[in-house]
């Protein structure tokens, strides 16, 4: 089977809508000629080799912040380069067009660790030794310095984890007691009915229903362990219908008190609002229910993609996105702010700012949760949220 067709086909749907499946790669391929190629980068953004470009250029492909200038241009005066990106809008996306031809064009990825993960078994990802990180490593938090499983590909490490958060319940504490949130039944609390927002987020807000069901959902799971997510999703939608896709809607209301709390997101939507000084607004993760854990982590990570021509120079910029100076800034932008991988930046903290990222919660959150990776049955389960869904409306 191809990378393509292996993949479930929620993300095959989003690659396809991209133009980045496997016919339109292969369309892309037929385009060879010097004008025909020109006319392909120009629609695709994707150019196919290196030749016009100078020694002093890098291509860096990357979720918007990372390419902030606070931490992107000490690295370009220091190296005398400069750094070109492609942002990322969906990391299956970003995927694809390394597929389709980027990887012979980008240096660096930073990317959501599940498609990072990805890039190794793909051969997209350049295999990268410990002992030349040892410096970056000295500074990381135990969790994340290798052997880190998740970013191994047959026993060889492929990528740095970079920044970090947790999924489990946003409340606002002025309207909702936090001890209520030990677990998520106040989802399913008649007396909170159209009161609880739920994210349209893909899969986000169906693992943290599948898990409060028993179920674990990063497992190959039986008609009857689905049957148990119908039930739960089904409960879920009878209780509230308040389906929120925009991260501002969800922290608005979350903010004049419409909304007692939101399911399908975590540490991502809360921390800008908490760096307002709505402190009121936390993210939470319930406690682990018949010993299964309730919350999930999820994690950004940089590789080195396996065909750059400057292997040194990338290797110094992943080193430098994951220093204690870009680090500082990385955890806490305007967008969102976020606990990142390298214990050093916590020297750099004000109480405000370790405030604003629950830093004084953040392990508790890592302890009660699940590490996020592509579930095997998400296709059906969200075949199944559409199901219930439908039939609650």
């Given at each position: 089977m191809s990378w393509y067709s292996d993949l479930p086909k929620f993300y095959q749907n989003q690659i396809k809508a991209m133009g980045l499946d496997?016919?339109?790669?292969?369309?892309?391929?037929?385009?060879?000629?010097?004008?025909?190629?020109?006319?392909?980068?120009?629609?695709?953004?994707?150019?196919?080799?290196?030749?016009?470009?100078?020694?002093?250029?890098?291509?860096?492909?990357?979720?918007?912040?990372?390419?902030?200038?606070?931490?992107?241009?000490?690295?370009?005066?220091?190296?005398?380069?400069?750094?070109?990106?492609d942002l990322i809008v969906d990391s299956p996306g970003g995927?694809?067009?390394?597929?389709?031809?980027?990887?012979?064009?980008?240096?660096?990825?930073?990317?959501d660790m599940p498609w990072v993960t990805r890039m190794g078994p793909a051969g997209l990802a350049m295999e990268l030794n410990p002992d030349d990180y040892a410096d970056v490593y000295a500074t990381f938090y135990d969790q994340f310095k290798p052997?880190?499983?998740?970013?191994?590909?047959?026993?060889?490490?492929?990528?740095?984890?970079?920044?970090?958060?947790?999924?489990?319940?946003?409340?606002?504490?002025?309207?909702?007691?936090?001890?209520?949130?030990?677990?998520?039944?106040?989802?399913?609390?008649?007396?909170?009915?159209?009161?609880?927002?739920?994210?349209?987020?893909?899969?986000?807000?169906?693992?943290?229903?599948?898990?409060?069901?028993?179920?674990?959902?990063?497992?190959?799971?039986d008609a009857a362990a689905l049957e148990e997510v119908r039930k739960v999703l089904r409960a879920m939608f009878k209780n509230t219908r308040t389906l929120v896709a925009d991260l501002t809607q969800a922290q608005k209301g979350l903010l004049d008190g419409?909304?007692?709390?939101?399911?399908?997101?975590?540490?991502?939507?809360?921390?800008?609002?908490?760096?307002?000084?709505?402190?009121?607004?936390?993210?939470?993760?319930?406690?682990?229910?018949?010993g299964l854990k309730q919350g999930i982590i999820w994690v950004e990570a940089t590789a080195i993609v396996k065909e750059t021509d400057q292997p040194e120079l990338a290797q110094k910029l992943l080193k430098h996105v994951v220093s204690k100076d870009a680090g500082h800034v990385l955890s806490l932008l305007d967008t969102t702010c976020n606990v990142v991988t390298n214990k050093a930046v916590e020297e750099l903290y004000t109480d405000e700012e370790k405030s604003i990222l629950q830093t004084d919660y953040m392990w508790h959150a890592w302890d009660n949760s699940q590490m996020h990776r592509i579930a095997p049955q998400i296709d059906e389960m969200l075949a199944i949220w559409q199901e219930e869904l439908a039939a609650a409306q």
């Open positions: 496997d016919e339109g790669m292969s369309r892309r391929r037929l385009l060879k000629t010097a004008g025909a190629a020109a006319g392909a980068a120009a629609m695709s953004g994707l150019t196919f080799g290196r030749s016009a470009r100078a020694a002093s250029q890098m291509s860096y492909m990357c979720w918007e912040g990372y390419n902030d200038p606070r931490i992107i241009d000490p690295f370009k005066a220091a190296n005398d380069v400069d750094i070109a990106f995927f694809a067009k390394l597929q389709a031809g980027a990887s012979r064009e980008i240096d660096l990825v930073s990317s052997p880190f499983e998740p970013l191994m590909n047959e026993g060889k490490t492929i990528g740095v984890a970079t920044r970090w958060g947790w999924v489990g319940g946003c409340i606002n504490t002025d309207i909702t007691n936090p001890d209520e949130w030990r677990s998520y039944d106040p989802v399913f609390d008649a007396k909170n009915k159209d009161k609880i927002c739920v994210m349209d987020w893909g899969d986000w807000p169906i693992l943290p229903m599948a898990l409060h069901a028993g179920i674990d959902p990063y497992q190959e799971l419409s909304l007692l709390g939101c399911i399908g997101a975590g540490s991502y939507l809360t921390s800008a609002v908490r760096k307002q000084g709505h402190k009121n607004i936390i993210a939470t993760v319930p406690d682990p229910k018949n």
